[in-house]
């Protein structure tokens, strides 16, 4: 089932005072423009992967709510004045408690984690590079939970060198293999996301397209997604990312275009870099328009 959240509208009054009639002027004190987080500094995506650190994200003020409130919440620090989504489409809301993304809208994909493989390295949950099954990607429980979210999407651990370590899922990978999905109908991507304690700051957020995946025969092991670095605190924030606002690194094969194409994405991920340690939770991720 779709998952939309709506936003409330603006509620619009013209005031003033005639000889004959007048309307009155109300507010409905109930909007909240959601504050920009901003952030600067560097961090690696990739193979070798240098990017720019941008960000718009809102915090979250409150970790417990009842399902009739979450609507309200998300409102407010989404921010309609701000440009913010008016629907998501829910990609993964993570409830289900199991490694595959909300088989709707034609999306067949699950999690997995990926690293730089350096030795004594380690990454949780582990990577499975054969595609065997045996080890899926496990949800965390969350203690507290994020309003009524119980459980996310996280990944952590320490000691990568190279380039670093990360998680995701294909957006179309029916028995396995990797297809093309068209999300043209979108503006972007909208998620919440924090780190642990003693965590790296930072998480990169990556979107494939055939220019910029194997899958798209145009690059092969230099393959420089479409990416967006974002500055993460242990609060839980949402975040807001147009496709458009997604850049290459500049390190690797160029995809040919200046813009991602949204009529065929492969992959959403979730990268750090070079870090002592990680710990990156991510909840809630939609298709927003």
Same mark, same amino acid.
């Given at each position: 089932?779709?998952?939309?959240?709506?936003?409330? !509208?603006?509620?619009?009054?013209?005031?003033?005072?005639?000889?004959?009639?007048?309307?009155?002027?109300?507010?409905?004190?109930?909007?909240?423009?959601?504050?920009?987080?901003?952030?600067?500094?560097?961090?690696?995506?990739?193979? !070798?992967?240098?990017?720019?650190?941008?960000?718009?994200?809102?915090?979250?003020?409150?970790?417990?709510?009842?399902?009739?409130?979450?609507?309200?919440?998300?409102?407010?620090?989404? *921010?309609?004045?701000?440009?913010?989504?008016?629907?998501?489409?829910?990609?993964?809301?993570?409830? /289900?408690?199991?490694?595959?993304?909300?088989?709707?809208?034609?999306?067949?994909?699950?999690?997995?984690?990926?690293?730089?493989?350096?030795?004594?390295?380690?990454?949780?949950?582990?990577?499975?590079?054969?595609?065997?099954?045996?080890?899926?990607?496990?949800?965390?429980?969350?203690?507290?939970?994020?309003?009524?979210?119980?459980?996310?999407?996280?990944?952590?651990?320490?000691?990568?060198?190279?380039?670093?370590?990360?998680?995701?899922?294909?957006?179309?990978?029916?028995? *396995?293999?990797?297809?093309?999905? /068209?999300?043209?109908?979108?503006?972007?991507?909208?998620?919440?996301?924090?780190?642990?304690?003693?965590?790296?700051?930072?998480?990169?957020?990556?979107?494939?397209?055939?220019?910029?995946?194997?899958?798209?025969?145009?690059?092969?092991?230099?393959?420089?997604?479409?990416?967006?670095?974002?500055?993460?605190?242990?609060?839980?924030?949402?975040?807001?990312?147009?496709?458009?606002?997604?850049?290459?690194?500049?390190?690797?094969?160029?995809?040919?275009?200046?813009?991602?194409?949204?009529?065929?994405?492969?992959?959403?991920?979730?990268?750090?870099?070079?870090?002592?340690?990680?710990?990156?939770?991510?909840? /809630?991720?939609?298709?927003?328009?």
């Amino acid at each position: 089932m779709k998952n939309r959240i709506f936003l409330h !509208g603006l509620n619009l009054a013209l005031c003033g005072l005639a000889v004959a009639a007048f309307v009155a002027c109300g507010d409905d004190g109930g909007e909240g423009s959601g504050g920009a987080g901003g952030g600067s500094g560097s961090t690696t995506s990739g193979t !070798g992967n240098p990017t720019t650190t941008t960000t718009t994200g809102t915090t979250d003020p409150t970790t417990t709510a009842t399902s009739s409130t979450t609507t309200a919440t998300t409102t407010a620090t989404t *921010g309609v004045g701000g440009g913010g989504p008016q629907t998501v489409e829910m990609i993964d809301d993570m409830e /289900d408690n199991d490694n595959a993304i909300l088989a709707e809208g034609g999306r067949v994909g699950y999690w997995y984690t990926f690293n730089d493989e350096t030795a004594g390295a380690t990454q949780m949950p582990p990577p499975d590079p054969e595609g065997t099954g045996e080890t899926p990607f496990t949800m965390t429980e969350l203690a507290p939970a994020r309003a009524q979210s119980t459980t996310a999407a996280r990944s952590w651990g320490s000691g990568f060198e190279t380039w670093g370590a990360g998680f995701g899922f294909d957006l179309n990978s029916p028995e *396995g293999v990797k297809a093309a999905y /068209d999300a043209s109908a979108y503006a972007g991507i909208t998620f919440w996301a924090k780190v642990g304690a003693g965590s790296i700051k930072s998480a990169t957020v990556l979107i494939s397209d055939p220019g910029t995946d194997p899958a798209g025969a145009v690059c092969t092991d230099e393959c420089d997604k479409w990416n967006k670095t974002l500055a993460l605190t242990e609060e839980w924030q949402q975040f807001t990312i147009p496709f458009a606002d997604l850049k290459q690194g500049g390190w690797g094969t160029p995809a040919g275009t200046d813009q991602i194409d949204a009529t065929q994405l492969y992959s959403i991920q979730f990268q750090v870099g070079v870090a002592p340690e990680f710990d990156v939770y991510i909840d /809630d991720l939609g298709f927003y328009n």
